[in-house]
T-cell receptor, first 110, second 115 residues
Framework: AQRVTQPEKLLSVFKGAPVELKCNYSYSGSPELFWYVQYSRQRLQLLLR??SRESIKGFTADLNKGETSFHLKKPFAQEEDSAMYYCALSPNTGRRALTFGSGTRLQVQP | NAGVTQTPKFQVLKTGQSMTLQCAQD?????MSWYRQDPGMGLRLIHY???????DQGEVPNGYNVSRSTTEDFPLRLLSAAPSQTSVYFCASSYSRHPLRNEQFFGPGTRLTVL
């Protein structure tokens, strides 16, 4: 069975500092990886996915199959980045249901 | 488009009561799912549907029933509520399960308390 681990419940940084939200996964095949974000009083929404290889709001994430990781990074944090971030995995076969990590709350202080 | 809507927003039940959480989407999405969110555990999949008339169990299906009679609606039924079902419930939909079409759109959530 697949599993997603986000080791940090809370990450607090100052504005302008680099950010790295960690995500490790376990899955025997080739998964599809996602980052979802929930801003205060807003719905959970997709931030980015590894197959698109895109940068959204300055965030990037690289899939490292050797380390089974999909860490989310941003070189300079902004206060509006404060939110709850969830890493999620979808198998590429079968039911393809999403498995979410437990989430990391990012606090960007002024 | 209203997107994904859920009703009610809040609900308090007594142990043993039954109720239905409603979920609807107006995006003609094929795939719909229900999650529960508990502190420190992320979102866990309860049930999902890949189309009208087709449902399947997720990670934590016990105590919940679903049906999908139309593309738009995917209600979640609690037959006999238990305190362990106190949680925030999210409904989500996506165009498809397949890559690049599987972005999930979430509803606002229903906060359920079982006393």
């Amino acid at each position: 069975a697949q599993r997603v681990t986000q080791p940090e419940k809370l990450l607090s940084v100052f504005k302008g500092a680099p950010v790295e939200l960690k995500c490790n996964y376990s899955y025997s095949g080739s998964p599809e990886l996602f980052w979802y974000v929930q801003y205060s009083r807003q719905r959970l929404q997709l931030l980015l996915r590894h197959i698109s290889r895109e940068s959204i709001k300055g965030f990037t994430a690289d899939l490292n199959k050797g380390e089974t990781s999909f860490h989310l990074k941003k070189p300079f944090a902004q206060e509006e980045d404060s939110a709850m971030y969830y890493c999620a995995l979808s198998p590429n076969t079968g039911r393809r249901a999403l498995t979410f990590g437990s989430g990391t709350r990012l606090q960007v202080q002024p | 488009n209203a997107g994904v809507t859920q009703t009610p927003k809040f609900q308090v039940l007594k142990t043993g009561q039954s109720m239905t959480l409603q979920c609807a989407q107006d995006m003609n999405h094929e795939y719909m799912s229900w999650y529960r969110q508990d502190p420190g555990m992320g979102l866990r999949l309860i049930h999902y549907s890949v189309g009208a008339g087709i449902t399947d169990q997720g990670e934590v299906p016990n105590g919940y029933n679903v049906s999908r009679s139309t593309t738009e609606d995917f209600p979640l039924r609690l037959l006999s509520a238990a305190p362990s079902q106190t949680s925030v419930y999210f409904c989500a939909s996506s165009y498809s399960r397949h890559p690049l079409r599987n972005e999930q759109f979430f509803g606002p959530g229903t906060r359920l308390t079982v006393l």
